[in-house]
């Protein structure tokens, strides 16, 4: 029997839901839906453009809020003038906005109660103590010669075990009106051999996350962030599309510590 579309009004979607309403505007590549529950990324398609990862408020998604998606997904991201307006759509919406305003809150409510009690580290780092000085070196000197200085010297650069599809975050904070960075992560398959120009150009798009932030405000992927990604030179797209190399289980432990580059061995 043929299922009755369903009153949008009237009901939270699940994933099933959110997927069937999708496939039935024609995003029929899709195979499945994930809410998640983030502070800073509204949506990502992932494998391939087969699975849509989008923030949990979602789920009183409009109709309109779906054909938006529905492009999205059709397009396979951010590669259309449609699917770039379809994509600022679901950025404006009140009701996201106030959810991760939320989330936010709670986090930085969450950090300044360890911080009261003194604990030093708010969230997981798995990197060993030699890939925290390797990373700290990378950002040091990236932002001594793409930045300008223009980032402060003591944000943390951590390793995440815990990222499945994303390669990293910058996390923004603020207190009594003062912007500042909580951290930047990466995750920790970049460290993989031959994830050289991956994991340089992930640094770098979370270092230009970081400097539009400080600087404007702003935490997408707007315009603001677009200058500072092609002024530093990472690809300024949402979404990378090169393969990158992953553990074979995600429980496996990464210590290597890859060669710096020339340029960094002879100046950081």
Same mark, same amino acid.
């Given at each position: 029997?043929?299922?009755?579309?369903?009153?949008?009004?009237?009901?939270?979607?699940?994933?099933?839901?959110?997927?069937?309403?999708?496939?039935?505007?024609?995003?029929?590549?899709?195979?499945?839906?994930?809410?998640?529950?983030?502070?800073?990324?509204?949506?990502?398609?992932?494998?391939?453009?087969?699975?849509?990862?989008?923030?949990?408020?979602?789920?009183?998604?409009?109709?309109?809020?779906?054909?938006?998606?529905?492009?999205?997904?059709?397009?396979?991201?951010?590669?259309?003038?449609?699917?770039?307006?379809?994509?600022?759509?679901?950025?404006?919406?009140?009701?996201?906005?106030?959810?991760?305003?939320?989330?936010?809150?709670?986090?930085?409510?969450?950090?300044?109660?360890?911080?009261?009690?003194?604990?030093?580290?708010?969230?997981?780092?798995?990197?060993?103590?030699?890939?925290?000085?390797?990373?700290?070196?990378?950002?040091?000197?990236?932002?001594?010669?793409?930045?300008?200085?223009?980032?402060?010297?003591?944000?943390?650069?951590?390793?995440?075990?815990? =990222?499945?599809? %994303?390669?990293?975050?910058?996390?923004? +904070?603020?207190? $009594?009106?003062? !912007?500042?960075?909580? &951290?930047? /992560?990466?995750?920790?398959?970049?460290?993989?051999?031959?994830?050289?120009?991956?994991?340089?150009?992930?640094?770098?798009?979370? =270092?230009?996350? %970081?400097?539009?932030?400080?600087?404007? +405000?702003?935490? $997408?992927?707007? !315009?603001?962030?677009? &200058?500072? /990604?092609?002024?530093?030179?990472?690809?300024?797209?949402?979404?990378?599309?090169?393969?990158?190399?992953?553990?074979?289980?995600?429980?496996?432990?990464?210590?290597?510590?890859?060669?710096?580059?020339?340029?960094?061995?002879?100046?950081?």
């Amino acid at each position: 029997m043929r299922r009755r579309p369903i009153d949008l009004d009237l009901i939270r979607l699940s994933t099933a839901d959110f997927l069937r309403e999708l496939r039935r505007r024609g995003a029929r590549r899709l195979r499945d839906v994930r809410f998640r529950r983030n502070r800073n990324t509204i949506w990502s398609l992932t494998q391939n453009g087969r699975v849509l990862n989008v923030h949990e408020a979602f789920q009183h998604a409009s109709p309109d809020l779906l054909d938006a998606f529905a492009t999205i997904a059709l397009e396979g991201g951010l590669s259309t003038p449609d699917a770039e307006r379809a994509s600022v759509f679901v950025s404006d919406w009140p009701q996201l906005k106030a959810a991760i305003q939320a989330l936010r809150t709670e986090h930085d409510e969450r950090r300044r109660s360890i911080d009261d009690r003194g604990a030093s580290d708010a969230t997981h780092c798995c990197a060993t103590p030699e890939q925290r000085k390797y990373l700290r070196r990378l950002y040091v000197y990236f932002n001594r010669t793409r930045f300008g200085g223009a980032l402060p010297g003591d944000v943390p650069v951590r390793l995440s075990s815990r =990222m499945k599809s %994303a390669l990293g975050h910058m996390l923004p +904070g603020e207190s $009594g009106g003062v !912007r500042y960075v909580v &951290e930047v /992560a990466l995750n920790v398959d970049l460290l993989l051999d031959g994830n050289g120009a991956e994991r340089v150009d992930t640094l770098l798009h979370e =270092m230009a996350h %970081a400097a539009d932030y400080l600087e404007s +405000g702003n935490r $997408g992927h707007g !315009r603001s962030w677009r &200058e500072w /990604a092609m002024r530093v030179g990472c690809a300024p797209e949402l979404v990378y599309e090169r393969p990158v190399r992953r553990r074979a289980r995600r429980g496996d432990i990464v210590t290597r510590v890859p060669p710096l580059p020339h340029a960094v061995r002879q100046v950081a």
